[in-house]
């Protein structure tokens, strides 16, 4: 499932390279036109412009002829090399290399040979310097981006060889990892070579089209010849990478790391801390590592990946943060992914791989890893040396983006169920309280913490007030130096709504921009990707979802159109990570604040609510031993006023609390309507245990048998995905066609609480606390804000550099002090006219039953599944009270519903 949101949190971090670079990226050399080549018999005055008539006055007989010159005609001047059949490049840079340096020879004579034939066509030829090399034109390819854990390459990049996939599977990324055709090129000799022979089929085609002009066959020759030499040199290279990683089984010392790194990846030292994580990993060692953006944290388990004899399960949250890791894997390590966004056939072909053997790295969501069948397989056949829980922050609930899945991988589930030997929790960004609640869960020692720097020196920070006019005030500063100069920026939005409606502005205003968001298809996002990594896009208006995987160091300006929602979606750690110097401007809205406020609250539950859900769970109905209960979610999220994860959020802590009340099973839509087509279904019931079952438990509606899945598993003691698999299995085979629907949470109960009223008390409280945490953190980042603002005129300094030393500090104190320290709030605490209102309010909607939460939010002008936006946003009141703290409206509120009642009472009587 892709999220709105950026659960990297790596954003206000990142280290400078190791080597300096130069004040601006180096610019390519546009290529020339190619020319085709003409044959001989077309080399005549067709192929030349005529001569034009002479556009001077003729000669006058009267005047004297001019004398004739003693020396011979200069010859005529030769021709330009643009016009010839050819393309003329300059000779390659000192650190210019290639794995097929020969082929670049072999083309050379190839195109010399053309030139002979222009000489023999009475064409005049007059070589250049040596500085001028004449070479084919090569196919055009896409440029790939420096890598994520590189330092920026100054020279023109080596070009990548261009792969063709085989069959239409267009989004099995296994299949493309495992036949070599999506791994990382490597700028080394040897690395990233294949041998697979589609890998050179542009090649072929230019020889075949130059064995028409009677070279075919010595081409051909030497296409063979060099195609052996490549496959030679590939062999080599996987025989020097197996030697370096035997040595390192032997021998885990800094040398041989050292060795394998630079064989596989190309460079001659590990990035800071990259080196001891690496060791205490082989070592088997649970390591917490929080290293900043793009300092090369999927090499912590990359390498052990090759040395470890078992898997390497590689949990992450977002589809397309797996698939770009999947990508970026060396072609050493064959590699995988499990998706919900997979096919049939690409989820069974990876699994077939994973139990042969040839996955060695896999990468799966939680909810995949979590799932019942999975967890069997790896029980029964399969060894895993490695758990990597990237995006760890997740765990904990005091995180800026905490996921309910995330939370039930406990050490315990890990070591027990998986028989993982090790865990290698990773974050970029993480305050000391969620580090520990992460490192607690996970059983990590403290003294296994790897945490490096998170500040840079090469950021210009900056905020500005503004209001209603942002969108023009953006459009001001982006023309506007520096910004006006920068080639690659991204603006960061709250909302989906507003990425389309600033980029489209921006692009009426001739700014080449694109909206990104997670609501757009993936191959869009895919592409306005693509062409911002290739600076075809200067622009990207993003929410958080962008930035996953980014694999573009030049990004050079980070803009918020609004105030972060925390210091770790403050995103200036995606500029600047090429070492230059790099600008991120923040856009002050106390409007936008206040309603981001307002949001951070709708998370939030009534104590009363929590009690009518917990009663509902645990009701007489699902106290039946090993009975398969189900919840399904959009009806129960209207019935308890929810939402769909804060539902999760309870159900997952009844699982994994003190107490285990119940066990949570996988989610599926659990509603069937069954059709059946060939044999009749007594005689299919008389052959299935199963559909006798159904039978049993469904009712007919218009010829149509409707069951319920989970009451039709427990009726016969077997799983919900049983039932699934003999309904499909029927389907195959013509007799039967199915519908499914009402999507729902399945749980069988293990225990039932002595007190409804003492748990929903418990679970209330600590659902509070994780509401006021994400409320703490909005006010925090809206402090540093208001104070960079204010801190511009009381000092000697300039403007940026003061403003940028305010951040710094802030940033400094939020991820290495105390997060709970309050700060400010600029929501008013009182107001006359509030209670008169919330009178008015219940006296005119008196057919509605409210909590003091449901009023809160709609003098919020916040909707809820039971009070939702399109139905309360036309009251007069909706949003009257945003400026009011949403703590003081709630009191205020029970206070005149217990009076609204009494009144009522009273007119009963």
């Not at 954003?11 to 050399?29: G, I, M, N, Y």
């Not at 007030?465 to 969108?471: E, F, H, I, K, Y």
């Not at 000092?795 to 002090?817: C, H, M, P, V």
Request: glycine share 4%; proline share 6%; with cysteine.
């Amino acid at each position: 499932m892709d999220f709105d949101s950026d659960s990297d949190g790596s954003h206000v971090s990142a280290t400078p390279p190791r080597d300096s670079f130069p004040s601006s990226p180096p610019q390519l050399q546009s290529p020339a036109k190619h020319v085709p080549p003409v044959s001989r018999k077309m080399t005549s005055s067709s192929s030349r412009s005529k001569p034009k008539a002479p556009t001077h006055p003729p000669p006058n007989p009267s005047q004297e002829a001019p004398v004739p010159s003693p020396y011979p005609p200069p010859p005529p001047p030769s021709p330009l090399f643009t016009n010839l059949p050819f393309r003329i490049c300059q000779s390659q840079p000192a650190r210019f290399s290639s794995s097929v340096s020969s082929f670049s020879r072999l083309c050379s004579r190839a195109s010399f040979t053309s030139v002979e034939k222009l000489k023999s066509d009475g064409v005049d030829f007059v070589p250049e310097p040596p500085l001028v090399e004449v070479i084919a034109p090569p196919k055009s390819v896409r440029r790939k981006p420096p890598n994520l854990i590189t330092d920026t390459i100054t020279s023109p990049p080596v070009k990548p060889m261009v792969f063709r996939s085989n069959g239409n599977g267009e989004g099995n990324f296994v299949k493309l990892n495992l036949n070599g055709k999506r791994g990382k090129k490597f700028p080394s000799k040897y690395k990233g070579v294949s041998k697979s022979r589609s890998s050179y089929s542009f090649r072929g085609k230019r020889y075949k089209k130059k064995e028409a002009d009677g070279d075919g066959e010595s081409l051909l020759e030497e296409e063979s010849d060099l195609q052996k030499q490549i496959e030679d040199e590939a062999n080599g290279f996987i025989s020097s990478v197996e030697d370096a990683i035997l040595a390192v089984k032997t021998e885990a010392s800094d040398e041989n790391l050292t060795k394998l790194l630079n064989l596989v990846y190309g460079y001659d030292s590990f990035r800071d801390g990259q080196l001891q994580a690496i060791k205490m990993i082989l070592g088997g060692s649970s390591t917490m590592l929080v290293l900043p953006t793009g300092a090369g944290k999927s090499l912590c388990y990359q390498i052990p990946a090759m040395i470890l004899p078992g898997i390497t399960l590689v949990v992450s949250p977002l589809v397309s943060l797996m698939i770009d890791q999947l990508k970026h894997l060396p072609s050493i390590i064959k590699g995988g992914l499990l998706s919900s966004s997979q096919r049939p056939e690409e989820a069974t072909e990876t699994l077939r791989k994973l139990k042969e053997g040839i996955i060695k790295v896999l990468f799966v969501s939680p909810e995949r890893l979590l799932n019942v069948e999975f967890l069997s397989m790896f029980r029964m056949s399969l060894s895993v040396s490695l758990v990597v829980v990237d995006e760890a922050h997740c765990v904990s609930e005091w995180s800026h983006n905490f996921r309910p899945s995330y939370m039930r991988l406990k050490a315990s589930m890990l070591f027990s169920e998986l028989k993982a030997e090790c865990i290698l929790a990773m974050t970029a960004t993480a305050t000391t309280m969620t580090l520990q609640a992460v490192m607690s869960s996970l059983e990590i020692p403290s003294t296994n913490l790897i945490q490096k720097s998170q500040l840079r020196d090469n950021f210009e920070l900056s905020v500005s007030l503004s209001g209603a006019n942002r969108m023009k005030d953006l459009l001001i500063l982006m023309e506007s130096p520096p910004y006006k100069e920068i080639r690659s920026i991204i603006v960061y939005c709250k909302f989906q709504y507003e990425t389309d409606m600033i980029s489209k502005y921006l692009r009426d205003n001739n700014i080449n921009a694109k909206g990104y968001h997670s609501g757009l298809p993936a191959k869009d996002r895919v592409r306005i990707q693509e062409s911002f990594c290739s600076n075809k896009i200067r622009v990207v208006v993003a929410t958080v979802a962008f930035g996953m995987g980014l694999d573009k160091g030049d990004v050079g300006a980070v803009i918020h159109f609004s105030v972060p929602g925390s210091m770790e979606e403050y995103e200036i750690g995606r500029a600047g990570r090429d070492g230059r110097l790099s600008y991120c401007h923040l856009f002050y809205d106390n409007d936008t604040y206040l309603k981001l406020r307002s949001l951070a609250h709708s998370d939030g539950v009534d104590e009363y609510a929590v009690g009518k859900f917990l009663t509902h769970v645990f009701s007489t109905e699902t106290k039946q031993h090993e009975k398969i209960c189900s919840l399904v979610i959009e009806s129960a999220s209207q019935k308890f006023d929810m939402k769909e994860e804060v539902m999760q959020t309870i159900l997952t802590h009844l699982e994994l609390g003190e107490v285990q009340y119940l066990r949570m099973l996988p989610q599926l839509n659990i509603c069937c309507t069954l059709n059946f087509h060939k044999s009749s279904p007594n005689t299919l019931a008389a052959r299935s245990a199963i559909v006798a079952a159904i039978l049993k438990k469904s009712h007919v509606k218009q010829g149509l048998h409707v069951f319920d899945i989970p009451a039709v598993a427990s009726s016969i003691c077997v799983a919900t995905t049983d039932v699934l698999a003999e309904i499909q299995a029927l389907k195959m085979k013509g007799e039967v066609t199915y519908e499914l629907k009402d999507s729902a949470f399945c749980y069988t109960i293990l225990k039932s609480p002595k007190e409804i009223c003492s748990l929903s008390s418990h679970l209330t409280k600590w659902l509070t606390e994780i509401e006021s945490c994400k409320v703490r953190k909005l006010d925090i980042m809206s402090s540093a804000a208001v104070a960079a603002i204010s801190v511009s005129n009381t000092s000697e300094l300039s403007s940026g550099a003061k403003q940028t030393r305010s951040l710094q500090s802030r940033i400094f104190d939020y991820f290495n002090g105390d997060e709970k320290c309050d700060s400010p709030s600029k929501a008013t605490q009182n107001c006359a006219f509030l209670r008169a209102d919330i009178k008015v309010f219940l006296q005119s909607n008196r057919q509605a039953k409210f909590t003091p939460r449901a009023i809160a939010r709609i003098m919020h002008g916040v909707g809820s599944p039971a009070f939702p936006n399109s139905v309360w946003s036309k009251t007069h009141f909706w949003g009257r009270y945003m400026n009011v703290d949403f703590r003081v409206i709630m009191e205020a509120a029970q206070t005149e519903l217990f009076n609204f009642v009494d009144r009522n009472a009273a007119l009963a009587t």
